[in-house]
């Protein structure tokens, strides 16, 4: 089974060389899709180099910091174009530990159409997150639950994979929203196009190195973009610029 690995990247030179080879230890016989947003700090010319060595690996190098949705989507859509039969993504920081993925891929193989790593069922959890942001987390994935009605406990996890035609079900190019929004209008979509999604327990760990991508303004767009989803729903109306073309 054809297995390819997307990981967004910007500023991940500190990282990139030990989860690359960490992700291919875990899985010999998956690819892994790096789409480097122009990183100012040396991340695409350590992958670059590593590509040449080794056919499983794949570096898409682009202009400028386009997004991490975008980027997601870029390097899914890659994956197509190769024939993969398995698509996943996942963090590059080490938050997502690759030694978890064959038991991702386990879960899909038993029947599941997504699998998500989830830190919010039985055997999941983070650390090394302040109390605050624990429970920013948490209240986040309860309401986006609530108001869309979805059965995921984890809905904002950056740690899937999914089936060739599941994936083709979803409209994920389309969604015109970044980061956690991102996130969980997807697992929404795949929720509303009846797909089994599984969800694997995982630890969650906070970077080890580098510096976090979160911002107020990361937060404060993705509920922005819930509200916008909820009254969509309920309505059929956008509320401004829709979300889905």
């Not at 480097?36 to 040449?52: F, H, K, L, Y």
């Not at 938050?95 to 039985?122: F, Q, T």
Request: charge should be positive.
């Amino acid at each position: 089974m054809s297995v390819w690995v997307t990981i967004p990247t910007y500023n991940e030179a500190e990282n990139i060389r030990e989860l690359v080879s960490s992700i291919l230890k875990a899985l010999p016989e998956a690819f892994v899709i790096v789409v480097d947003d122009n990183s100012p700090d040396g991340t695409a010319e350590i992958v670059g180099e590593m590509s040449r060595v080794d056919r499983r690996i794949h570096l898409l190098r682009r202009p400028g910091k386009l997004g991490y949705a975008s980027a997601i989507v870029t390097g899914l859509n890659y994956a197509m174009s190769q024939g993969a039969q398995v698509l996943g993504h996942m963090d590059a920081d080490f938050s997502h530990d690759p030694e978890m993925l064959p038991k991702l891929l386990v879960a899909l193989n038993e029947g599941a159409d997504v699998v998500i790593g989830s830190r919010y069922i039985a055997g999941g959890k983070v650390e090394g997150w302040s109390l605050y942001r624990k429970a920013l987390s948490r209240s986040a994935n309860w309401l986006v639950r609530f108001l869309l009605g979805l059965p995921v406990r984890d809905c904002t996890s950056g740690f899937r994979l999914y089936r060739r035609k599941a994936f083709e079900k979803l409209p994920l190019g389309k969604l015109r929203v970044e980061g956690y929004g991102f996130l969980y209008l997807s697992t929404a979509l795949a929720v509303w196009s009846g797909l089994k999604i599984a969800e694997v327990p995982i630890v969650f760990v906070d970077r080890r190195r580098g510096k976090s991508k979160l911002s107020r303004r990361i937060i404060a767009e993705a509920a922005v973009a819930l509200a916008k989803v909820f009254v969509w729903r309920k309505t059929g109306k956008w509320l401004g610029s829709p979300l889905i073309d």
